[in-house]
């Protein structure tokens, strides 16, 4: 095995947020599916850019919020994504640095734009994502890092990045280096329309070589094509050695060779923003399992981890994870 370097390492589509309030009735007139993710091209971006109200622009995409987030909580991280070379690619760079993750993969000279997501968030909380993949997309087997994969306990793959052969290729290569190297490797599912497009793809692609799975729950049930939830739990376990279903409020269901273990959802006073709410359930499961806790802490720290996100705007801790999992008694160690 290579020398430990990193906990994890993140593979993904490097994008900068856009976050901006709006009603149900701005989702209407600009044709937005609410609770969804939709992609977009260039013009229709800049068009919903000059439509929505002021915005925070943040450095984002999922698997490098959760970067972010195993950085806040202490632990050591790398992540492999494409921007141009850009402004909006600069400000990506510099901000991922800045959260303590080491981001090294080189710009595209000769392309599209640095991707940017708009996200709209209605008073209820929900978020509704229209994406602009630009640069992001442009990604493959030659963008990833064979000695910080092999140098990382876990590397986890993110499925907005799948839409494209060259990135379908690129997760073989790294899960097939991670376990050369005697690692593990993980995916987010990301999105429900990402499972309808990639179906069989993600079924092989979990099969052949996911140690430890991400969904929400509808994204399971989309991806095992069951009639419930039950249904798709059986499925999973027969495919996968370590799972976790995020249920929202419910909390998150864990499935480790074939046993099922229940985390609740942590209380917050108010639900302000569920952008990132999986993105940073992940950083703290994987987070406490590179670290050496259990099943249920790891689960734990990732109910921690989420309830931070939701409780204000935006997709990164506003606080140290760290400190307040200490408030809950748990010690992420080295």
Same mark, same amino acid.
Request: proline residues 2%.
């Given at each position: ?133 630009? &640069?992001?997309? @442009?990604?493959?087997?030659? =963008? ?7 140098? +990382?306990? #876990? $590397?986890?793959? /993110? ?66 094509? &069951?009639?419930? @939830?039950?249904?798709?739990? =059986? ?7 370590? +799972?976790? #279903? $995020?249920?929202? /409020? ?85």
């Amino acid at each position: 095995m290579s020398q430990t370097v990193y906990d994890v390492i993140g593979v993904g589509n490097a994008i900068v947020d856009v976050i901006a309030s709006c009603d149900d009735a701005f989702l209407k007139a600009q044709k937005i599916e609410k609770g969804a993710m939709t992609l977009i091209d260039e013009t229709r971006a800049s068009e919903l850019y000059g439509a929505m109200a002021p915005g925070k622009e943040v450095s984002g995409g999922s698997a490098a919020n959760t970067l972010a987030g195993i950085a806040s909580f202490g632990a050591r991280g790398a992540y492999i994504g494409k921007v141009a070379g850009d402004e909006l690619g600069g400000i990506f760079r510099h901000d991922l640095n800045a959260a303590g993750v080491d981001y090294t993969t080189a710009p595209l000279t000769d392309g599209p734009l640095t991707a940017r997501c708009l996200i709209n968030v209605t008073p209820d909380a929900q978020r509704s994502m229209s994406t602009f993949l630009g &640069a992001s997309v @442009f990604f493959s087997g030659d =963008d990833i890092d064979a000695d910080k994969i092999a140098s +990382a306990r #876990i $590397t986890y793959l /993110e499925g907005y990045l799948f839409d494209r052969d060259e990135a379908k290729e690129a997760f073989v290569k790294a899960a097939e280096i991670a376990k050369a190297a005697n690692r593990l490797t993980s995916l987010t599912l990301s999105d429900s329309f990402c499972v309808d497009r990639h179906r069989a793809a993600f079924r092989q692609l979990v099969r052949n070589h996911i140690d430890i799975l991400f969904a929400n729950e509808a994204e399971l049930v989309s991806l095992y094509e &069951a009639d419930g @939830f039950d249904e798709a739990l =059986d499925a999973v376990k027969a495919e996968t050695r370590i +799972a976790a #279903i $995020t249920r929202s /409020e419910k909390g998150a269901v864990l499935i480790d060779r074939g046993e099922t273990l229940s985390i609740p959802a942590e209380p917050v006073s108010k639900v302000i923003d569920t952008t990132g709410a999986g993105d940073l359930f992940a950083a703290g499961m994987l987070t406490g399992l590179a670290r050496g806790h259990d099943l249920e802490t790891s689960g734990r720290l990732g109910a921690i981890a989420a309830a931070e996100i939701i409780s204000h705007i935006g997709a990164r801790p506003n606080v140290s994870l760290k400190l307040l999992a200490e408030t809950y008694g748990i010690e992420i160690g080295d």
